[in-house]
């Protein structure tokens, strides 16, 4: 399921009422999320081949809400992988 889909489902599911602490989820779309994370974040670490020849090391910071499980927070709700 992709980001927008999870997104719709909750809308659709839990609307105005309350929402659960915890949703599981498959594993193609807690990657799914875990990606739009980054992408919200506007983080890539892909270096091109010149890039690659001269790589440093480069500090970067990204700041992301994890529930008490470690499980990604979207919409408020701590996403956890079905076993």
């Known amino acids: 399921m992709t980001t927008q889909e999870l997104r719709h489902l909750f809308n659709t ?3 105005l009422g309350i929402w659960p602490g ?3 989820v498959d594993a193609e779309t807690y990657a799914n999320v875990c990606e739009s994370l980054f992408a919200h974040k506007n983080v890539n670490f892909s270096l091109t081949p ?3 020849e001269d790589f440093r090391v480069y500090s970067v ?5 994890i529930g008490r499980h470690g499980g990604p927070l979207f919409k408020g709700v701590e996403l956890l ?3």
């Open 13 to 15: 599911t839990f609307g």
């Open 50 to 52: 010149e890039e690659f």
């Open 22 to 24: 915890t949703y599981e």
């Open 81 to 83: 992988l079905k076993k």
């Open 61 to 65: 910071e990204i700041s992301f809400y």
